[in-house]
């Protein structure tokens, strides 16, 4: 499901769209003097919002795969160092020191926890809600790697059951990384895409917002305030997602 803030900009996008068609259809009624206010502008600024909104879209959908994907793989941790303890604790050999060693690195992988990030449509924000949340599974997959360093340098550790072998948590480890790496590399195109889309939209000095904003106000100044076109535009709304 769209977020609020991808709505809210698709809505005006398609507000753009619908008030370009009421001035189509006053003909030579509308006359700016602001050349920015032009038919052919705005239809240009419509066309450049919806194609910057198609890319973010085409690029959502990668990167919160490879976001749920993440969640899989890290999602069984917590489960498996619970039985990874017990399968230490029954280890020949192994010391309270050992142990409280173990316990250190398990209360360290099970104290992160998952990272929930507000929509946001600043791309300064977005880049720092992923960058703490990629240093929280960088830290789990750190840790990880110490509880297994912990585990191969303890003597009598072998396990017969594969799930609880080095060799397994080595080959978990790998996919943590992989599948770390894989938001980090859907993550980059799809901020750089709303950079974009936020810029035409949002931003710059000639920005869909604030231009079709203004285009509103010339066609006040044209149409009879008891119209219907009047009160039809009148309804059409252009907001800056996040900032209104």
Same mark, same amino acid.
């Given at each position: 499901?769209?977020?609020?803030?991808?709505?809210?900009?698709?809505?005006?996008?398609?507000?753009?769209?619908?008030?370009?068609?009421?001035?189509?259809?006053?003909?030579?009624?509308?006359?700016?003097?602001?050349?920015?206010?032009?038919?052919?502008?705005?239809?240009?600024?419509?066309?450049?919002?919806?194609?910057?909104?198609?890319?973010?879209?085409?690029?959502?959908?990668?990167?919160?795969?490879?976001?749920?994907?993440?969640?899989?793989?890290?999602?069984?941790?917590?489960?498996?160092?619970?039985?990874?303890?017990?399968?230490?604790?029954?280890?020949?050999?192994?010391?309270?020191?050992?142990?409280?060693?173990?316990?250190?690195?398990?209360?360290?992988?099970?104290?992160?926890?998952?990272?929930?990030?507000?929509?946001?449509?600043?791309?300064?924000?977005?880049?720092?809600?992923?960058?703490?949340?990629?240093?929280?599974?960088?830290?789990?997959?750190?840790?990880?790697?110490?509880?297994?360093?912990?585990?191969?340098?303890?003597?009598?550790?072998?396990?017969?059951?594969?799930?609880?072998?080095?060799?397994?948590?080595?080959?978990?480890?790998?996919?943590?990384?992989?599948?770390?790496?894989?938001?980090?590399?859907?993550?980059?195109?799809?901020?750089?895409?709303?950079? %974009?889309?936020?810029?035409?939209?949002?931003?710059?000095?000639?920005?869909?917002?604030?231009?079709?904003?203004?285009?509103?106000?010339?066609?006040?100044? %044209?149409?009879?305030?008891?119209?219907?076109?009047?009160?039809?535009?009148?309804?059409?709304?252009?907001?800056?997602?996040?900032?209104?």
């Amino acid at each position: 499901m769209a977020s609020t803030s991808e709505k809210g900009h698709a809505k005006n996008i398609a507000n753009a769209n619908l008030l370009n068609t009421y001035i189509v259809q006053l003909s030579a009624i509308y006359n700016p003097s602001n050349p920015k206010l032009l038919l052919s502008n705005l239809q240009n600024s419509y066309t450049n919002s919806f194609s910057h909104q198609e890319s973010v879209n085409t690029l959502v959908a990668p990167y919160s795969i490879a976001v749920d994907n993440r969640e899989n793989v890290f999602a069984p941790q917590s489960k498996k160092i619970t039985k990874l303890r017990k399968a230490y604790k029954a280890t020949e050999g192994v010391t309270k020191a050992q142990l409280e060693d173990f316990m250190t690195i398990a209360r360290k992988l099970k104290g992160i926890r998952k990272v929930n990030n507000t929509p946001t449509t600043d791309t300064t924000e977005e880049q720092n809600q992923h960058s703490t949340s990629q240093m929280s599974y960088d830290q789990r997959t750190n840790n990880y790697d110490l509880l297994i360093s912990l585990l191969q340098n303890t003597t009598n550790y072998n396990p017969n059951e594969a799930e609880y072998q080095v060799a397994t948590l080595q080959a978990e480890k790998a996919q943590m990384l992989q599948a770390t790496q894989g938001v980090a590399n859907t993550f980059v195109p799809l901020n750089n895409a709303r950079s %974009i889309r936020n810029n035409s939209m949002y931003l710059s000095d000639d920005n869909l917002v604030d231009t079709f904003n203004k285009a509103k106000d010339y066609l006040f100044t %044209i149409l009879d305030s008891n119209s219907v076109q009047y009160k039809a535009i009148a309804k059409i709304k252009f907001k800056k997602v996040g900032q209104a």
